[in-house]
């Protein structure tokens, strides 16, 4: 449901891959909109995801100050706040599920702690995984 969800939102937006820590990528964030983290790789690896205009106007002042850029291929602007208008219809789909609490330990890449059986079990932490910025850095 999430990728069919996902699939059928409006075509746009961006994704660019870039050399900055978390704590970078925030302090250039600060008063701009359109734009977030959608995913930390690394600890100077980092995804920004959002509307094209915004994200290339924030990609031309980090290339300005030398920081390498390079977009991604891809469909729509994953774990930003362009997938917002989906959120609902995957909550309602999510609360028709039966879930059980996980067997074995699984890493949370919303936390990037370990997933409680609570979390696994809520609607509300699979929607915010599917909008959060995936803490991948913070699983290793």
């Known amino acids: 449901a999430r990728g069919r969800l996902m699939q059928a939102l409006p075509a746009g937006g961006v994704m660019v891959a870039v050399r900055l820590s978390e704590a970078e990528a925030v302090e250039r964030l600060a008063g701009r909109s359109g734009v977030g983290i959608a995913s930390l790789n690394g600890p100077r690896s980092l995804v920004l995801s959002g509307e094209v205009a915004a994200v290339d106007a924030l990609v031309a002042d980090l290339e300005a ?76």
Request: charged content about 25%; hydrophobic content about 40%; overall charge negative.
């Open 65 to 140: 100050e030398g920081v390498r850029c390079k977009r991604l291929r891809v469909s729509h602007a994953f774990h930003s706040p362009l997938i917002e208008p989906m959120l609902d219809d995957f909550r309602q789909v999510l609360e028709g599920v039966e879930f059980r609490a996980p067997q074995l330990p699984v890493v949370s890449n919303v936390s990037g702690g370990l997933l409680t059986a609570e979390q696994a079990c809520a609607p509300e932490y699979w929607v915010r995984q599917a909008r959060e910025a995936v803490r991948f850095a913070d699983n290793v």
